[in-house]
């Protein structure tokens, strides 16, 4: 025996190969990876622009004070509404719909 449990439950591949930070099987992203970026809400817009911009995002189109932000490079789509000077809502989004 090598000393590690093979059926111990914090350390048993579950086989559906899925691993932290990778996008989910259903398509969306996981929070906290390269391609989502609702930890930015709450963010004071200008800065946050930058750090988008510094992801790979680039502002697609605007509608009021709702901004369409896309990462060519990761096929990423984030719908931004800003609000007294702070991104108040992010939602990520399918690529087609940037």
């Keep these: 025996m090598d000393g590690a449990p093979a059926d111990d439950p914090a350390t048993a591949d579950d ?8 996008p989910q099987e259903s398509g969306m992203p996981s929070v906290g990876s390269p391609t989502d970026v ?17 992801l790979g995002f680039e502002s697609i189109r605007s509608e009021g004070l709702t901004t369409f932000w896309f990462n060519r490079a990761t096929g990423a789509c984030a719908k931004i509404t800003t609000s007294d000077g702070k991104f108040a809502d992010i939602t990520m989004l399918p690529a087609e719909d940037c």
């Design 38 to 54: 609702t930890d930015f809400v709450g963010a004071p817009a200008g800065q946050a622009e930058g750090g988008l911009q510094a």
């Design 15 to 22: 086989g559906g190969g899925a691993m932290d930070g990778a």
